[in-house]
């Protein structure tokens, strides 16, 4: 008996310190993006207040992935989504999200942003940028970056106004390092010897546009290039003495390689999607430098 009642006693107090110390758990609330750049601009500045989920893995093609009902339903339950604003794709995601029971908000960040080609052409010409309805790779830009961050600073706002000392302060921090970035792609691309770079898909329109670069596509119409397209794209970077041709992993190399042989050139792998910003865009700037050759 003396035994029972000891167990009693001991089961008793396990309750009562459970009752008094309930076990941990993780009420952080998630908001979602689309691409790595922009989990990166929006963990820092919402710091811990939220978790950042992002739909799309470095290294997939934003611009046909596909995605699990996982995803789908991470996404649903987020408190706002932050899409990036020009990739069709994430109006697919919003469609089905919106036509659920979710309340989530949704956060343009290309707002303010002009988006560069002529939404009615496909590439006709191996200058033009090869999408149906203009370049969506708006953030390779430190303008667009910019703007990014600031609608994602007032999309916080709007959803948590009980943190805006703490957005505002990480608002400045991130605004500090994109000036930052720009400086030193522009300390590279001074010593840049030529102005033109080639890349098989082209997703560099807004990076080109910033600095006044020339961006030559491999790709005819979202196409790999005929033998005599491909002639065309080798005279005319050996004539204006382009050296670099970018390699996105998403895509095929192979043509890109064979046109830095054909130049003299050299090709640079390059990751758009990565989740460093910054760190990528001075890796393109210092590519075109030809520093540390």
Same mark, same amino acid.
């Given at each position: 008996m003396?035994?029972? $009642?000891?167990i /009693?006693? &001991?089961?008793l107090?396990?309750?009562? !310190?459970?009752g008094? +110390?309930?076990?941990?758990?993780?009420? *952080?609330k998630?908001l979602s993006v689309?691409?790595?750049?922009?989990?990166?601009f929006?963990?820092t500045i919402a710091?811990?207040?939220?978790?950042v989920e992002?739909?799309?893995?470095?290294g997939?093609?934003p611009?046909s992935?596909?995605?699990?009902?996982?995803?789908m339903?991470? $996404?649903?339950? /987020?408190? &706002?989504?932050?899409k990036?604003?020009? !990739?069709?794709?994430e +109006?697919?995601l919003?469609d089905k999200? *919106?036509?659920?029971?979710?309340?989530?908000?949704v956060?343009d960040c290309?707002?303010?942003i002009?988006?560069?080609g002529?939404?009615?052409?496909?590439?006709?010409?191996?200058d033009n940028?090869?999408?149906?309805g203009?370049?969506?790779?708006?953030?390779s830009?430190v303008?667009?970056?910019?703007i990014?961050?600031?609608?994602?600073?007032?999309?916080? !706002?709007a959803?948590d106004?009980?943190?805006?000392?703490?957005?505002t302060a990480?608002?400045?921090?991130?605004?500090?390092e994109i000036?930052?970035?720009?400086?030193i792609?522009?300390s590279?691309?001074d010593?840049a010897?030529?102005?033109a770079?080639?890349?098989?898909?082209?997703?560099?329109s807004y990076f080109?546009?910033?600095?006044?670069?020339?961006q030559?596509?491999?790709?005819h119409e979202?196409k790999n290039?005929?033998?005599s397209?491909?002639?065309?794209?080798i005279d005319r970077?050996?004539a204006?003495?382009v050296?670099?041709?970018?390699i996105?992993?998403?895509f095929?190399?192979?043509n890109a390689?064979?046109?830095?042989?054909?130049?003299?050139?050299?090709?640079?792998?390059?990751n758009?999607l990565?989740y460093?910003?910054?760190?990528?865009?001075i890796?393109i700037a210092?590519a075109?430098?030809?520093?540390n050759?």
């Open positions: 003396k035994y029972k $009642l000891t /009693s006693a &001991a089961l107090g396990l309750i009562v !310190l459970y008094c +110390n309930p076990p941990k758990t993780d009420k *952080t998630t689309t691409i790595e750049p922009q989990k990166y929006l963990e710091g811990t207040h939220f978790k992002c739909i799309i893995p470095s997939a093609n611009e992935a596909d995605f699990t009902p996982s995803q339903m991470n $996404l649903g339950k /987020s408190v &706002a989504y932050f990036i604003g020009y !990739l069709g794709i +109006n697919t919003i999200v *919106t036509k659920g029971d979710s309340n989530i908000k956060v290309s707002e303010g002009k988006r560069l002529n939404p009615c052409e496909h590439s006709h010409n191996m940028h090869g999408h149906a203009g370049d969506p790779h708006i953030w830009s303008t667009s970056a910019k990014i961050a600031e609608n994602m600073y007032k999309g916080l !706002l959803i106004k009980e943190n805006e000392a703490d957005y990480n608002y400045k921090k991130l605004t500090t000036n930052k970035t720009d400086s792609i522009k590279y691309l010593k010897p030529s102005k770079f080639i890349i098989y898909h082209p997703a560099l080109a546009e910033e600095y006044g670069l020339t030559y596509s491999i790709e979202g290039p005929s033998p397209q491909l002639k065309e794209l970077a050996i204006e003495k050296s670099v041709v970018f996105q992993q998403e095929d190399a192979k390689e064979t046109i830095a042989e054909a130049i003299g050139g050299k090709t640079v792998p390059i758009l990565a460093n910003w910054s760190d990528e865009m890796k210092k075109l430098s030809l520093e050759e």
